[in-house]
């Protein structure tokens, strides 16, 4: 069982950078692939970034790469998401999720068996 909790949501300017972080309880955590989503109000959850369960492969979506980056520590059960050049279609609900076998399918729902409440991400234009 893995229970994840996001923060570092908030509120910021076009052109502004956030860091939402992920704590993940249980031993097992290195074992995960782990990713980041998020939802828009009125549309459905859509895939962000993943990382393997090593660190040493990311994914990102066409719409924030080179923006945003996953990163992840182990050895303190987190996984990180710098996002940088925030633009006003970034607001969203993100989203933590982790799941044994994201791969290959690192972009579907279906592929992660563990999820964070969420966290608000509001950019102003």
């Known amino acids: 069982q893995v229970q994840l909790v996001e923060s570092g949501g908030g509120l910021v300017q076009a052109g502004g950078s956030l860091r939402l972080s992920c704590a993940a309880s249980g031993r097992t955590f290195s074992s995960y692939g782990m990713g980041w989503f998020r939802q828009a109000p009125g549309k459905e959850r859509e895939f962000v970034a993943a990382i393997s369960w090593t660190g040493g492969s990311t994914f990102h979506a066409d719409s924030v790469k080179g923006r945003f980056t996953i990163s992840r520590d182990n050895a303190k059960n987190t996984v990180s998401l710098q996002m940088n050049s925030l633009k006003p279609e970034d607001t969203a609900v993100y989203y933590c999720?982790?799941?044994?076998?994201?791969?290959?399918?690192?972009?579907?729902?279906?592929?992660?068996?563990?999820w964070g409440q969420g966290t608000q991400v509001t950019v102003s234009s």
């Open positions: 999720a982790g799941g044994r076998r994201i791969f290959p399918r690192f972009t579907s729902l279906s592929s992660y068996d563990y």
